[in-house]
């Protein structure tokens, strides 16, 4: 079965410094990742996917089969990156699963 | 473009009372989704239409819960009767073809008293 793992409900940094957002991955077939952002008051948006690889807003996230991983990561946080993110596996069958999400607070 | 659109924004009612979800998807999409999202489970898919066809339901919690898609630029999500237990936020989501991006709408509040 597919599963999608965000081990940290929260999680909090300074500005300027670096962040890595966590998401881990079950899936017994080629995976597609997604994250998803939800800034406070916005809708829930696409941010960036694995097979684009691409940075936005300074985010880039690299799929990691090995340890079935694909985290987020900016080195310096800023206060508008503060916000909800999802991260989200695709699966054959057009299903798109979402972890449990990742509060984002950066302190100024 | 507005896109896509839900309504309504909070939904307040009843226990055993019928509740109506509604999306309008962005013009042009072939895919619509529906969403439920809680504290506890995070994001869960309920149902999935291509071209106006559902695709697959098995995310849909019992038989209280029905979607339809009459047309390309229309759904709903019904609960009826409706239960404490399905307070949450539901989201209708849509895409342009297979795999692509999904874009969400601002969701609809919904609490069952």
């Known amino acids: 079965a597919q599963r999608v793992t965000q081990p940290e409900k929260l999680l909090s940094v300074f500005k300027g410094a670096p962040v890595e957002l966590k998401c881990n991955y079950s899936?017994?077939?080629?995976?597609?990742l997604f994250w998803y952002v939800q800034y406070s008051r916005q809708r829930l948006q696409l941010l960036l996917r694995?097979?684009s690889r691409e940075s936005i807003k300074g985010f880039t996230a690299d799929l990691n089969k090995g340890e079935t991983s694909f985290h987020l990561k900016k080195p310096f946080a800023q206060e508008e990156d503060s916000a909800m993110y999802y991260c989200?596996?695709?699966?054959?069958?057009?299903?798109?699963?979402f972890g449990t999400g990742t509060r984002l607070t950066v302190i100024p | 473009d507005a896109g896509v659109i839900q309504s309504p924004r909070h939904e307040v009612t009843e226990m055993g009372q019928e509740v109506t979800l509604r999306c309008k998807p962005i013009?042009?999409?072939?895919?619509l989704f529906w969403y439920r999202q809680t504290m506890m489970r995070g994001l869960e898919l309920l149902i999935y239409?291509?071209?106006?066809?559902?695709?697959?339901d098995s995310g849909m919690p019992e038989d209280r819960f029905s979607a339809k898609m009459p047309n390309a630029s229309f759904s709903t999500l019904k609960i009826q009767p409706s239960e404490p237990r399905d307070s949450a936020v539901y989201f209708c989501?849509?895409?342009?073809?297979?795999?692509?991006?999904?874009?969400f709408g601002d969701g609809t509040r919904l609490s069952i008293l």
């Open positions: 013009s042009g999409h072939d895919y």
């Open positions: 989200a596996l695709l699966t054959g069958a057009n299903n798109l699963f």
């Open positions: 989501a849509s895409s342009f073809a297979d795999r692509s991006a999904q874009h």
């Open positions: 239409f291509n071209n106006n066809v559902p695709i697959d």
């Open positions: 694995h097979i």
């Open positions: 899936y017994s077939g080629s995976p597609e």
